[in-house]
């Protein structure tokens, strides 16, 4: 494939100037020439050139908004269950690798917009699409190159292995969230504005990583305790061993106070309430989602996935598991993990049916790309669902993270074993073991996916960025 440039006229004048491939019909380039706030912004378009484009020659950018320091980008005719990568390069003249990723976006639709930051200099820019949908061969594949480098966001490992213990100690407390021991954390998840909210349990507190890095005590005292029901600032709530996360995108936290039974939430001013108290109490907790209206709440409860409204308070929508792990929603059902059945769960909203999905309740480890619904999944703890459907999963015991895509094929994404935790500030798909044993998943806004090393006290994070074209 050859890429072949027109100058029309000098670019300092801000005119237009044309560009297109030669070559494999296919792979057509779109252009715009943007000027916003002194600086000139080519917006261009392409496509990977190992894979099919998305709709013949019709992928297309439609248009460019800038805003403030921001831009929002649209696109039409890409793939339906696919990737999107913001590519930008300072020259146009520097060959493939001068191309450097900036921002990916999931597409579930043939039309989608993304926003991205502005430069500070003049930048070429373009658009590359990839198929992630199970009807290619590529896809996992894709997949897997459309996720960047690992990081540990938060935990030292420092004498975090026992249960039962509270490493937190005051000096933590503003610093970087790599330097702090945490406390056998049990979710980490994300709001809008990059956040990461922690649960630590055995520090009794809810533990906020901010995006320079440092980390700060937004609920709990460090303290055993069950602090007031009525609104209290955060910090002088003392909770009991809290094992259960929600993040609403404004940065609403809801806790499951486990040891005290109780679901808490924590407004955006730092005010923490009792949203209800389960009489019955909490049962090992883990699993928590609440909607954004508060008018309905899912948790789980040891056996018990239990749910909650403000008019009829608490009741079982299901009481048939071993010992439940963690919960997510999936259309209108609920999917849940049974950690010490080895197994993952559709469970119907409406009736509180249940149906297998993934595990035959053995205790060995994953075979790559074989069946989901035959294989092992040892102390299944974590789900979570990205926007193109499929399902990661986190093993506590088989330490491995793992995908699952819509056909039911499941494929080792980060191997791991017992407390091994390695391949810090590498691409994440390196050969080696990385992952202690697992918690939790969640994926942030930007797609990042945030995994807990409870064992040994971490919160890791791949980034939603590829690495090379």
């Given amino acids: 494939m050859q890429l072949l440039y027109t100058r029309d006229e000098n670019i300092s004048t801000g005119s237009e100037e044309s560009f297109h491939f030669a070559g494999k019909a296919g792979y057509d380039m779109f252009r715009a020439l943007m000027k916003f706030a002194g600086r000139l912004i080519w917006i261009l378009l ?3 050139p190992l894979l099919a484009c998305a709709d013949g020659t019709n ?55 993304g926003t991205f930051s502005l ?16 009807n290619t061969p590529l896809a996992y594949t894709n ?11 938060a935990g030292s490992g420092t004498d975090a292995g026992v249960d039962g213990v509270n490493y937190w100690q005051s000096s933590f ?30 520090s009794d507190a809810v533990l906020e990583v901010t995006p320079d890095g440092r980390i700060h005590t937004v609920a709990g005292t460090h303290a055993v305790g069950n602090g007031p029901d009525v609104p209290v600032e955060g910090t002088n709530v003392a909770m009991n061993l809290p094992n259960g996360l ?17 679901i808490r939430r924590l407004s955006t001013n730092g005010v923490m309430t009792t949203l209800f108290t389960d009489s019955s109490g909490i049962s090992g907790g883990r699993g928590l989602w609440v909607r954004d209206d508060e008018g309905l709440v899912y948790y ?32 209108t059902n609920i999917v849940a ?30 075979v790559d790309n074989s069946l989901a619904a035959t294989n092992c999944l040892y102390g299944v703890r974590g789900v979570w669902q990205p926007p193109t459907g499929g399902y990661f999963l986190a093993d506590d015991y088989g330490a491995q993270f793992l995908f699952v895509d819509t056909k039911g094929i499941i494929h080792i994404f980060v191997n791991g074993l017992n407390d091994d935790h390695s391949g810090d500030g590498q691409w994440f798909d390196t050969p080696g073991y990385k992952f202690g044993q697992l918690r939790s998943v969640s994926m942030d806004r930007l797609g990042n996916l945030l995994i807990v090393e409870n064992d040994i006290g971490y919160v890791r994070r791949i980034d939603f960025q590829r690495l090379k074209p």
């Avoid at 890409?78 to 597409?107: D, H, I, K, M, R």
């Avoid at 789980?300 to 439940?324: E, V």
């Fill in 337 to 366: 993990t049974d950690r010490s059945d080895n197994t993952v769960w559709l469970v119907t909203t409406n009736n509180g049916t249940r149906t297998l999905m993934f595990g035959n309740g053995g205790t060995g480890l994953v």
């Fill in 119 to 134: 430069p500070a200099s003049n930048n070429f820019f373009r658009l590359l699409a990839v198929d992630i949908s199970s």
């Fill in 46 to 48: 392409t496509a990977l």
């Fill in 246 to 262: 929600w993040v609403r995108g404004d940065g609403t936290v809801y806790v499951m106070d486990t040891g005290n039974g109780k």
């Fill in 59 to 113: 992928f297309q950018i439609r248009a460019w908004q800038p805003s403030g320091t921001n831009s929002l980008i649209a696109w039409t005719n890409t793939f339906t269950s696919g990737v999107c990568t913001l590519e930008s390069a300072a020259t146009l003249n520097g060959g493939p690798t001068a191309w450097v990723p900036q921002q990916n976006y999931f597409t579930t639709n043939s039309a989608g917009t």
């Fill in 300 to 331: 789980a409860s040891g056996t018990k996935l239990r749910q909650w409204t403000p008019s009829a308070g608490t009741s079982s929508l299901n009481k048939s598991f071993s010992d439940l792990g963690n919960i997510i929603i999936s259309g």
């Fill in 173 to 202: 407390e503003g610093g970087y969230a790599t330097n702090a021991a945490l406390s056998r954390p049990h979710f980490a998840m994300a709001d809008n504005a990059g956040n990461v909210f922690i649960v630590d349990k055995n």
């Fill in 143 to 153: 997949l897997v190159q459309s996720y960047g480098v690992l990081h540990t966001i």
